[in-house]
């Protein structure tokens, strides 16, 4: 199988910038992609391949890509920022067409 | 609007088996292709399986291969998946989920979830 690294804990204070690795060999030749779930909702697409932002999620979301690292960065972090977020990808043959990190608890102090 | 509706969920003995299906609106549903998530109670998202929009590409996770068959009736704009064998640690809430189709591979990321089906396996 293949297996995506996530922190499982992030603390920031509000108004401060979070950032949220995720590391895996595939990174480097496959998308990477972020959702934040929310206690109780479904995930939320928050980048899709590796940078860009659906028209939905504010700026203060983005993505960044360097080798077999990918990281989210949220700016100006608010108190509705704290959940869950997940980065999620593929493995280079295809064989694993999704998987996903264990997750970080983002926390809002 | 996008709508993924699960249902076949609830409580089955180990050993036992289940069918869940997902009835897609809202898009051309035979254009995309449909995935099986779950999430352990209090754990993380776990990808259980893919299906491409003509049944062309279908893929298991490790923990499922052999026991879940993943299928679609793109006539019907559902999808199924059948769970056999199934063990206390498949206890999960089952996501319906679409791929997004936005970078023309067949498998990208998902833009939409159904709300979810818990399966509880237990005697």
């Known amino acids: 199988s293949y297996e995506l690294t996530q922190p499982p804990s992030v603390s920031v204070s509000p108004g401060q910038t979070a950032k949220i690795f995720c590391s895996g060999d595939a990174l480097s030749n496959q998308f990477a992609y972020w959702y934040q779930q929310r206690p109780g909702q479904a995930p939320l697409v928050l980048i899709y391949?590796?940078?860009k932002r659906p028209s939905e999620i504010p700026e203060r979301f983005s993505g960044s890509s360097s080798g077999t690292t990918v990281t989210l960065t949220i700016s100006e972090v608010r108190a509705e920022d704290e959940a869950v977020y997940y980065c999620q990808s593929a493995d280079s043959t295809g064989t694993y067409p999704v998987v996903f990190g264990g997750g970080t608890k983002l926390t809002v102090l | 609007e996008v709508q993924l509706v699960e249902s076949g969920g609830g409580l089955v003995k180990p050993g036992g088996s289940l069918t869940l299906s997902c009835a897609a609106s809202g898009f051309t549903f035979s254009d995309y292709s449909m995935n099986w998530v779950r999430q352990a109670p209090g754990k993380g998202l776990e990808w259980v399986s893919s299906i491409s929009s003509l049944s062309g590409y279908i893929y298991y996770a490790d923990s499922v291969k052999g026991r879940f068959t993943i299928s679609r009736d793109n006539a019907k704009n559902s999808l199924y998946l059948q769970m056999n064998s199934l063990r206390a640690e498949d206890t999960a809430v089952y996501y319906c989920?679409?791929?997004?189709?936005?970078?023309?591979?067949?498998?990208?990321?998902?833009?939409?979830w159904g709300q979810g089906n818990l399966v509880t396996v237990s005697s």
């Open positions: 391949q590796d940078t």
């Open positions: 989920a679409k791929m997004s189709g936005v970078t023309g591979s067949w498998y990208d990321f998902i833009d939409f």
